[in-house]
């Protein structure tokens, strides 16, 4: 058959046929599609689940309320709010109460002391369904002296407040507590230059340093150093 014949013989096909040749030849081709198509679509499922448990979450009407308290007594309403939360059967209303705290160091005579600071002294965070029943709960529970609102309407804290508040609660690097303040003159206790004097020139408290102005040889040196490494005088 010559190459005339051959295009005559294509020209007359049925197109139908030629194109059950083509997705016959194509096949592969399209299991892949098909495959990420599956694929796409399981993710998909997934994404909705976890989406519908957000909302479900959101849905149910639970969010972060402040209420105030005398200060130093925070720990103490704590506990009273969460004795009548299981007293009086309120543990599908009322669900955390968290009085925000961080872990802070400081330093004094040399030596380092790490305790639990109040953040917000005599606030205290609840999260809740607000209804009647919950805000009288709360509201009357001693030692609270009210919510944080506009007038008498208790007002949600945003999404964004609480990460914030609970990230710092959970943060890592403890604060550092500083009982010098730029200008002040301090004694150096370790190192090379100990029993120098010196002046604060600028504070890192997120990295536990001090900078201090050193004087020798008829100059002021700059010197960065660990809080443990100078005191007041």
Same mark, same amino acid.
């Given at each position: 058959?010559?190459?005339?014949?051959?295009?005559?013989?294509?020209?007359?096909?049925?197109?139908?046929?030629?194109?059950?040749?083509?997705?016959?030849?194509?096949?592969?081709?399209?299991?892949?599609?098909?495959?990420?198509?599956?694929?796409?679509?399981?993710?998909?499922?997934?994404?909705?689940?976890?989406?519908?448990?957000?909302?479900?979450?959101?849905?149910?009407?639970?969010?972060?309320?402040?209420?105030?308290?005398?200060?130093?007594?925070?720990?103490?309403?704590?506990?009273?709010?969460?004795?009548?939360?299981?007293?009086?059967?309120?543990?599908?209303?009322?669900?955390?109460?968290?009085?925000?705290?961080?872990?802070?160091?400081?330093?004094?005579?040399?030596?380092?002391?790490?305790?639990?600071?109040?953040?917000?002294?005599?606030?205290?965070?609840?999260?809740?369904?607000?209804?009647?029943?919950?805000?009288?709960?709360?509201?009357?529970?001693?030692?609270?002296?009210?919510?944080?609102?506009?007038?008498?309407?208790?007002?949600?804290?945003?999404?964004?407040?609480?990460?914030?508040?609970?990230?710092?609660? !959970?943060?890592?690097?403890? #604060? /550092?507590? &500083? =009982? *010098?303040?730029?200008? @002040? $003159?301090?004694?150096?206790?370790?190192?090379?230059?100990?029993?120098?004097?010196?002046?604060?020139?600028?504070?890192?408290? !997120?990295?536990?340093?001090? #900078? /201090?102005? &050193? =004087? *020798?040889?008829?100059? @002021? $040196?700059?010197?960065?150093?660990?809080?443990?490494?100078?005191?007041?005088?």
């Amino acid at each position: 058959m010559n190459a005339d014949e051959m295009d005559l013989e294509t020209k007359d096909q049925d197109p139908l046929e030629l194109e059950d040749e083509v997705r016959i030849e194509d096949g592969s081709s399209t299991e892949l599609a098909d495959s990420a198509e599956a694929a796409d679509s399981a993710a998909d499922e997934v994404a909705d689940e976890a989406g519908d448990e957000a909302d479900e979450e959101v849905a149910d009407g639970r969010e972060w309320y402040v209420i105030h308290s005398y200060s130093g007594y925070e720990n103490k309403v704590k506990s009273n709010l969460e004795q009548r939360i299981e007293t009086m059967g309120m543990q599908d209303k009322i669900f955390q109460v968290v009085v925000p705290t961080e872990e802070e160091v400081e330093i004094r005579e040399g030596q380092r002391r790490t305790s639990r600071r109040r953040v917000f002294p005599g606030y205290i965070l609840v999260q809740m369904i607000m209804d009647d029943e919950s805000w009288y709960v709360v509201r009357n529970t001693p030692g609270v002296t009210g919510f944080v609102g506009s007038g008498t309407k208790p007002i949600p804290l945003s999404e964004e407040e609480v990460e914030k508040i609970l990230s710092r609660m !959970e943060a890592e690097q403890p #604060r /550092v507590k &500083v =009982s *010098f303040r730029v200008g @002040e $003159t301090v004694r150096i206790v370790e190192g090379p230059f100990a029993e120098f004097m010196a002046v604060v020139d600028d504070l890192y408290p !997120e990295r536990g340093k001090v #900078r /201090v102005l &050193v =004087s *020798f040889f008829g100059r @002021e $040196t700059p010197v960065e150093m660990d809080f443990l490494q100078v005191e007041r005088i």
